[in-house]
């Protein structure tokens, strides 16, 4: 008997439920992985046509000092909009957050990505619609609240070469109409305001308006809401559908109008 109850013993230890194994933030950060949303600053980083000056790097310093130890130092200038960088809402709308004004939680999230690279293909001057928005909800859910949306159109495999990702490789005013590239309709922007709650909106062009766009409204649209915009964002198509967390460092410039931005992305991966 004193056997059997031991034997009931064992067995009913065996088949206790384990506990949740407790894991620490950094093992959980280690079993995911990390995608760099950003293109490097150089000389071939895309600017507006318009644009005086691009990307420039000056070397201050790079050698053996009298003292005998190698430093190297460098300056650099750069317009705030070029290359993958953040608008800030008073971008296009007054009175709105500046680049050092936007809250931190407004910069991090778990980001949406619609994909609407089938759609851009024959068509440079693509307008995603609410329709496309729509279609994804259909297959994935309502876009959830605090979401950071992500559009992909395709066009990061173009960066940076101007011609094919601007549409033109021309400088100046008058490069400006012959912009194309695919990006975010107006009518999507308002229907995202009314009826949804994002805190960030990206794409992997150059502008959430279109190339061809002459009022650029889909800007007005959300930065009048204080929705913060990240535009040229790099390796959308290393992301999930959704479910990744997002993490954005712009360069924190005072009453900046937007700026270089480092954006990155964590995906979560099976932690055991
Ligand atoms: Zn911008």
């Known amino acids: 008997m004193k056997k059997l109850a031991a034997i009931l013993f064992l067995f009913a230890i065996a088949c206790k439920e384990q506990p949740a194994k407790k894991i620490s933030l950094s093992q959980m950060l280690a079993s995911g992985t990390w995608v760099d949303l950003s293109y490097s600053f150089d000389s071939h980083t895309l600017y507006w046509p ?11 310093f790079n050698g053996i000092t009298p003292a005998g130890f190698y430093y190297s130092s460098n300056q650099f200038f750069a317009p705030e909009h070029g290359g993958t960088h953040l608008d800030a809402p008073v971008h296009f709308a007054k009175g709105k957050w500046s680049s050092d004004e936007i809250p931190l939680q407004n910069l991090l999230g778990q980001s949406v990505v619609i994909d609407v690279s089938s759609k851009t293909k024959d068509n440079a001057d693509y307008l995603i619609t609410v329709a496309d928005a ?3 909800e259909k297959e994935n859910g309502k876009i959830p609240d605090n979401a950071v949306l992500l559009f992909k159109t395709g066009w990061g495999q173009y960066y940076p070469d101007a011609a094919k990702y601007l549409g033109t490789a021309e400088k100046g005013t008058d490069a400006i109409p012959k912009l194309h590239f695919p990006s975010i309709s107006p009518e999507l922007a308002a229907w995202l305001v009314k009826n949804r709650k994002v805190k960030a909106i990206g794409i992997d062009t150059a502008s ?12 007005q649209i959300i930065y009048a809401e204080n929705i913060v915009g990240f535009e040229n964002v790099a390796n959308i ?3 999930p559908t959704k479910g990744a967390f997002i993490i954005a460092l712009p360069m924190k410039i005072k009453g900046g109008t937007g ?5 990155i992305a964590w995906i979560p991966g099976n932690a055991d």
């Open 50 to 60: 318009n644009n005086p000056t691009g990307f420039k790097l000056d070397t201050q």
């Open 134 to 136: 729509e279609a994804w």
């Open 208 to 219: 959430v308006d279109y190339g061809q766009s002459k009022d650029f409204k889909t800007h």
């Open 237 to 239: 198509e290393k992301l």
């Open 259 to 263: 700026g270089p931005l480092r954006l």
